[in-house]
């Protein structure tokens, strides 16, 4: 048997991610040999599998802790379209719905691991709102060093697959259970879904909570199922279609579930399996302070950030005016005329 590789830690992150057993090695080596800035450049070079763009050169990484933004720190690691999604992500509309569904099944004082976290936009909502024994999983390094850096730096974070985090001996892995675990916007891009699948339950324990958000059914990104295949590798007949958890927090109202098989004109779905638990005390509908104006909006005209940004998210986006409106509605908030962004966003 081979001898599993010790995972480095850079930055507070380990690296444990499978399939990188000579980068690991590498960058172990550099960490021990105190050469800490040239394993980070290595870390942050390495992306995920489905991103097609080379690396930005080792000088330009090098700059990235330098950043004094996250808006910086993702040009100078070349994010490019994934840039725009992260920076504006606290007003488009599957990020509410992602809200809507913490809103109606909340974690209260379990742990939360946060599988594919991304930056940490949710994690950052949970901590906002007084949840601890906040864990973020993605495969990019980069990414949660962002996370851990700009958007939620109270979070844990660890760089290992989702289909190894329960048997992994990783430093920041060693989650109580029953927890509650969140696999937002990422589940139809993993291939091995049985098997991922078997591992968020496995995280989440006896009694446990597996949320999955905005799971791809009639858009082609990723490998994505029928809601019915989701509900059958996922083991539960909870599920709601995305819209409808967007419409629900603009409404202020509980999302109404659906039968898979009402779910057959969705672009995606979300699922909730093991214990639903209750709603949030609180309204998450409306964002917490300190609020700024949605940088969506250049000279009052709301402006996306890309074509491929406004064709996906334009047509679902009419809770917000193509002008700034004068006077602000009362409602101004919860529309996401204003948002909570992070403070070095």
Known sequence: MTRALPAPVVDGIPFARAGREELRAEVAGLVAAGEVDRARVLLLADTDDWWTEPPPPAEQLARVPAAGTLREAMALLGMGRVADYFAHRWSDPTHLAGLALLQQHWPGSRPVVDVACG??????????RGCTGLVGVDVVWAKLWLARRFVCPGARYVCVDATAVPGTAVPGLDVPRPAYVLCSDAFYF???KPAAAAALHALAG????VVVGHAHVTDPAGEPLTPEGYAAVLGTDLLYDDDELTRALLAGRPPRPAAPADLHGSEAVALVAGDPLRPAPADLGTPLPPLRPNPLYVDGVRTWPSARYGAEYGPRSGYLPERWPDPLPPDAARRRLLVDLPEAW
């Open 190 to 192: 993993l291939r091995d």
């Open 119 to 128: 930056i940490g936009t949710q994690l950052r909502e949970l901590a906002r």
């Open 206 to 209: 006896p009694g446990g909570t």
